[in-house]
């Protein structure tokens, strides 16, 4: 009994302890309370994020879908762009293809307004399409990353340069023109000065300098010393295009002595009876070929059409026609003659390029040489065929035109002359086309022993006295 609790005041303070050592249940209630809340709390804060993701969520669903709908969009402006830019650059194409079928329809015949004009327009749509492709660049530039910017910047300024660029080259090709006209006129320049002088030659020193404006006065008027440049011209293109002939009769395997002595049997019917031998040399056949050239060519020389009309202008108001020709030539001298049949097929030098390929090309001639009759089916329905074998008709024809046309333009008019077959040689009115050795000659004199064989060009005599001599084919006079 002792160890038992004897008293009240040991009771309470064994109650004491016993309620500071172990708390109160209701202490335990709030603390649990407490622990229960923070848990709440923690739960209900999980909620609540989960709400609000779950609040955010269609949002963020249609943010996503207005930047699909907005990238879409900007694919389709840049699809409308590209295609509008496909349009222009379709439309600029045909533009140009017009202005280029525009372009060969002036040629032919010669426009040379249209032709500007259809010039300009395929330059201008040719730049237009260099712009384009510049603005396709620019907008695959501008589609890519923005590293790229650099790029565009270089697209523009190309861009912006490129007409610059365009408008040099064509200055630096009116300066290459320039540049060949100036080479032309300082070889006129310098014929102008040789020809002067030659005329000069016997006269003393200080009479053969000729000032510069003496220099352009040949060519501004008619003169005997032009009228001799310009018969070089024609012995020139007579060469030229004799050559061609003859190279196409021995491509078509002609028989080139017989085709000579048919020619001279043409040359000598007025004089004496062909020969069974032909006096041309193996070589010389050219000869032959051109002295029948030159004689269709110069065959009506002294009528002031070539007999082509009735007209009598230089007999009935001389000087004017004499101005006429002269404006004639000056005009015509610096032309491409295929392009002034282009402009004007019919004119008087058309007709006459008419007669004269008719009269020097036979039909069975040209059927042997180009195996059909397609050029002489043109030149007999008005129009001049744009081929090698006419171009150097052309050129000879035009010679000759022009030469008739300063012959006229003189006052007096030169005379011409031709030497006949079996005549003796003179040296002050002719001049041998093949150089004869001196041992042919007698007593050492060129042309003793020696006659003429056939005429090869005409020779013509000036109102100064001088002598444009005629070319004539010599042979031995015992073996004429």
């Known amino acids: 009994m002792a160890n038992k609790v004897s008293n009240f005041s040991d009771l309470i303070q064994r109650v004491t302890a016993s309620c500071l050592l172990h708390p109160l249940s209701s202490n335990a209630h709030i603390s ?19 709400e609000e993701e779950e609040e955010n969520t269609p949002y963020n669903v249609e943010t996503v879908e207005k930047f699909e709908v907005k990238k879409e969009d900007t ?4 699809v409308i762009e590209m295609e509008m830019l496909l349009g222009e650059v379709f439309d600029a194409v045909s533009a140009m293809k017009k202005a280029y079928v525009s372009l060969q329809e002036a040629h032919c015949p010669w426009d040379q307004d249209k032709m500007r004009v259809a010039d300009v327009a395929v330059v201008s749509e040719l730049r237009r399409l260099g712009v384009l ?16 910017d650099w790029r565009v910047g270089a697209a523009t300024l190309r861009e912006v340069v490129a ?5 040099l080259d064509e200055l630096k090709q009116e300066v290459k023109t320039k540049e060949i006209e100036i080479d032309d006129l300082k070889e006129k320049l310098k014929m102008a000065t040789l020809v002067s002088s030659n005329s000069n030659g016997k006269k003393s020193k200080s009479k053969r300098r000729v000032s510069c404006s003496s220099q352009a006065q040949v060519n501004v008027l008619p ?21 061609l002939l003859l190279s196409l009769m021995r491509s078509a395997h002609w028989d080139i002595a017989a085709a000579v002595r048919s020619i001279e049997a043409a040359s000598s019917n007025t004089t004496t009876t062909p020969t069974a031998d032909s006096i041309v040399g193996a070589n010389h056949a050219k000869y032959a070929l051109e002295s029948y050239v030159n004689r269709k060519m ?7 059409t070539f007999y082509m009309d009735g007209s009598l202008s230089s007999l009935l108001q001389p000087d004017q026609h004499r101005r006429e020709c002269f404006t004639q030539y000056r005009d015509m001298k610096a032309m491409d003659p295929m392009e002034l049949l282009g402009i004007l097929p019919t004119c008087s030098f058309g007709n006459f390029c008419f007669k004269k390929y008719l009269a020097i090309v036979h039909p069975k001639m040209e059927e042997s040489l180009f195996g059909d009759l397609e050029q002489r089916r043109q030149v007999l329905a008005g129009n001049h065929p744009r081929s090698q074998f006419y171009g150097e008709f052309l050129a000879l024809a035009k010679a000759v035109w022009l030469l008739h046309l300063l012959a006229f333009s003189l006052d007096p008019p030169p005379s011409h002359f031709e030497a006949s077959n079996g005549s003796e040689f003179h040296p002050k009115y002719m001049e041998s086309v093949v150089k004869y050795s001196i041992s042919m000659g007698i007593g050492g004199r060129m042309g003793s022993g ?31």
């Open 32 to 50: 649990n309370a407490r622990d229960e809340s923070e848990d709440d709390d923690k739960y209900t804060t999980e909620d609540e994020e989960q």
């Open 75 to 78: 694919k389709t402006e840049k």
């Open 133 to 148: 492709r510049e603005r396709f660049r620019r907008n695959v530039v501008r589609s890519g990353s923005g590293r790229g």
């Open 163 to 167: 007409p610059y660029e365009s408008a």
């Open 223 to 243: 003169a005997p010393d032009l009228f001799e440049a310009t018969v070089s011209s024609v012995k020139e293109a007579s060469k030229s295009f004799t050559s």
């Open 298 to 304: 110069f065959q009506g020389f002294d009528h002031e």
């Open 450 to 480: 020696l006659v003429v064989g056939f005429p090869v060009s005409p020779g013509f005599k000036l109102g100064n006295g001088s002598v444009v001599k005629a070319r004539v084919y010599l042979v031995p006079k015992n073996g004429f």
